[in-house]
């Protein structure tokens, strides 16, 4: 049975650059339960040779008794005929005759039940044969048979329009000397695993618009692909896709993707900027581990989750936009990151895990959010240059629960309550509790007041606090934790 391509509403057949995209249609706001649609058997783009006669086979849902397809030239020619013919009230053919086409053309296909109407183009064309930098592939699986006459190694450029199944791929991917390679109007959904796997001809791709979704390892390896266009229509990006890709300079994921796999940028040195569109949710682990030029990132709004060891390694990585959707920010997310200098995590962010920022020896500030509940141990060790951290709510930092050697502060020594630095310091009456290492070597502090609110202060809560003086403890305090005031010199 031959693939039905459904189209509802305008279609345009991106193959033929002659269909316009009828701009100012807009689909209608369908009644239920089903939107009326048309779907051609033979597809939407067809060549002719020279008095070749062809019949579309078309299926109509959602119509009536009253449905009435119509199909007509977009731009006047004597070269072609169209004759539609009705067999039901959901089905029918259109009979195409090209006499002597010299240009390509569109037929206008409009579909209307008397309530609600739809246009679909069908592309049609005279076959052309290659020219050593286009070709027209009307029939998945023939890419190879259509280059037979060519000398497939001196391909160095080249333009795909038509129909390309994982046969074809295969046969780009065999060009040995393919640099540059344009599929933008190829009807493609998928590219396969490993499609172009280590293939270091590749220069610059443009994919598909119909292209859904970016198999892994797709591009792994392509150490001299400089430029790779993604399309909108993208949603998935699989693992490893980009690994070592080492001549990327920058990306741009667009705003229908939903998911980077991991690794998928893995080791792509060259990379220096990448914007990370907000239709993504979540970035798994290692997706841009070990790519020691970005310098900078942008993290979009829906991004939920930065997986474990997704920045790792990314040494000229000096600024960071964590978007507001961030809850949770995995273990080594931003291990040894040397160049970030100032990181700010949004209120939306709850969970920090391990040595989440481990051997940033660049960073200098840490803006922590309200929502954050726990931080995991060694998250800042090794933050040799850190030596603020801000925060703007006090009962919310004394409720964070502090794994070891996670608290900030044993290594900026200064806390900053709303941009001004805290030396004597007073805790709210809204806290009943105050955590383990809450205050760890803070050694800017030199009194502190706790209210009666407070009934038990943790172990480590101010050890090393060297320079206080002065403490005054509520007369609720039931419980001090081992080592509290230890170092207070």
């Given at each position: 049975?031959k693939?039905?391509?459904?189209?509802t509403?305008l279609?345009?057949a991106?193959a033929?650059p002659?269909c316009?995209?009828?701009?100012?249609?807009?689909?209608?706001?369908?009644?239920e339960?089903?939107?009326l649609?048309?779907?051609?058997a033979?597809?939407?783009s067809l060549q002719f040779?020279?008095?070749?006669?062809?019949t579309?086979h078309?299926t109509?849902?959602?119509g009536?008794?009253?449905?009435?397809?119509?199909?007509?030239?977009?731009?006047?020619?004597?070269a072609y005929a169209?004759?539609?013919?009705?067999?039901?009230?959901?089905?029918?053919?259109i009979?195409?005759?090209a006499?002597a086409?010299?240009?390509?053309?569109?037929?206008?296909?409009?579909?209307?039940?008397?309530?609600?109407?739809?246009?679909?183009?069908?592309?049609?064309?005279?076959k052309a044969?290659?020219d050593?930098?286009?070709?027209v592939?009307?029939?998945?699986?023939?890419l190879?048979?259509?280059?037979a006459?060519?000398?497939?190694?001196?391909?160095?450029?080249?333009?795909v329009?038509g129909?390309?199944?994982?046969?074809?791929?295969a046969?780009?991917?065999?060009l040995?000397?393919?640099?540059?390679?344009?599929?933008?109007?190829?009807?493609?959904?998928e590219l396969?695993?490993?499609?172009?796997?280590?293939?270091k001809?590749?220069?610059?791709?443009?994919?598909p618009?119909?292209?859904k979704?970016?198999?892994?390892?797709?591009f792994?390896?392509?150490?001299?692909?400089?430029?790779i266009t993604i399309p909108?229509?993208?949603?998935?990006?699989?693992?490893?896709?980009?690994s070592?890709?080492?001549?990327?300079t920058s990306?741009?994921?667009?705003?229908?993707v939903?998911?980077?796999g991991?690794?998928t940028?893995?080791?792509?040195?060259?990379l220096?900027s990448?914007?990370?569109?907000?239709?993504?949710?979540t970035?798994?682990?290692?997706?841009?581990?070990?790519?020691s030029g970005?310098?900078?990132?942008t993290?979009?709004?829906?991004v939920?989750?930065i997986?474990?060891h997704?920045?790792?390694g990314?040494?000229?990585?000096?600024?960071?936009?964590?978007?507001n959707?961030?809850?949770?920010i995995e273990?080594?997310?931003?291990?040894?990151?040397t160049?970030?200098?100032?990181?700010?995590?949004p209120?939306?962010?709850t969970?920090?895990g391990?040595r989440?920022?481990?051997?940033?020896s660049?960073?200098?500030?840490?803006?922590?959010?309200?929502?954050v509940?726990?931080?995991g141990?060694?998250?800042?060790?090794g933050?040799?240059s850190l030596?603020?951290?801000?925060?703007t709510d006090?009962?919310k930092w004394?409720?964070?629960?502090?794994?070891?050697?996670a608290?900030?502060?044993?290594?900026?020594?200064?806390l900053y309550?709303n941009?001004?630095?805290?030396?004597e310091?007073?805790?709210?009456?809204?806290v009943?509790s105050i955590?383990?290492?809450?205050f760890?070597n803070c050694?800017?502090?030199?009194s502190v007041?706790?209210?009666?609110?407070?009934?038990s202060?943790?172990s480590y809560?101010?050890e090393?606090?060297s320079?206080?003086?002065?403490v005054?403890?509520?007369?609720s305090?039931?419980t001090i934790?081992?080592?509290t005031f230890?170092g207070c010199?």
């Amino acid at each position: 049975m031959k693939k039905l391509f459904l189209l509802t509403a305008l279609f345009v057949a991106a193959a033929f650059p002659s269909c316009s995209k009828h701009d100012g249609v807009e689909t209608p706001d369908w009644p239920e339960p089903q939107p009326l649609a048309i779907a051609f058997a033979e597809g939407n783009s067809l060549q002719f040779d020279t008095d070749e006669t062809k019949t579309v086979h078309y299926t109509i849902t959602g119509g009536s008794d009253k449905t009435v397809v119509t199909a007509e030239l977009q731009t006047a020619d004597d070269a072609y005929a169209v004759e539609t013919t009705p067999i039901s009230a959901t089905e029918g053919t259109i009979t195409i005759t090209a006499k002597a086409p010299e240009t390509e053309n569109c037929i206008i296909v409009t579909v209307s039940d008397g309530s609600q109407s739809v246009t679909a183009e069908i592309a049609i064309a005279l076959k052309a044969s290659f020219d050593g930098k286009t070709i027209v592939v009307e029939t998945p699986g023939t890419l190879w048979s259509l280059l037979a006459d060519y000398d497939r190694t001196t391909i160095t450029e080249l333009t795909v329009i038509g129909n390309l199944n994982d046969a074809d791929i295969a046969t780009l991917e065999w060009l040995p000397n393919l640099a540059v390679l344009d599929m933008e109007h190829v009807n493609l959904e998928e590219l396969g695993a490993s499609a172009f796997k280590s293939k270091k001809s590749l220069t610059s791709v443009k994919l598909p618009l119909t292209m859904k979704t970016i198999g892994a390892y797709a591009f792994d390896g392509c150490s001299n692909l400089t430029s790779i266009t993604i399309p909108d229509s993208v949603t998935t990006i699989g693992s490893h896709t980009f690994s070592g890709c080492s001549s990327l300079t920058s990306i741009t994921i667009p705003n229908s993707v939903t998911s980077i796999g991991s690794y998928t940028f893995e080791d792509c040195s060259g990379l220096t900027s990448v914007t990370i569109g907000n239709g993504v949710t979540t970035i798994e682990s290692y997706a841009f581990y070990n790519c020691s030029g970005l310098t900078s990132v942008t993290i979009g709004n829906s991004v939920t989750t930065i997986g474990s060891h997704t920045f790792s390694g990314c040494s000229s990585l000096t600024s960071v936009t964590i978007g507001n959707s961030v809850t949770t920010i995995e273990r080594y997310a931003f291990y040894n990151c040397t160049s970030l200098t100032s990181v700010t995590i949004p209120d939306s962010v709850t969970t920090i895990g391990e040595r989440a920022f481990e051997d940033c020896s660049g960073l200098t500030s840490v803006t922590i959010g309200n929502s954050v509940t726990t931080i995991g141990s060694h998250t800042f060790s090794g933050c040799s240059s850190l030596t603020g951290v801000y925060i703007t709510d006090i009962a919310k930092w004394c409720a964070i629960e502090f794994e070891d050697n996670a608290n900030p502060l044993s290594y900026a020594h200064n806390l900053y309550l709303n941009g001004e630095l805290v030396t004597e310091l007073v805790i709210p009456d809204s806290v009943t509790s105050i955590g383990n290492c809450a205050f760890y070597n803070c050694t800017s502090l030199t009194s502190v007041t706790i209210p009666d609110s407070v009934t038990s202060i943790g172990s480590y809560t101010f050890e090393d606090c060297s320079g206080l003086t002065s403490v005054t403890i509520g007369n609720s305090v039931t419980t001090i934790g081992s080592h509290t005031f230890s170092g207070c010199s």
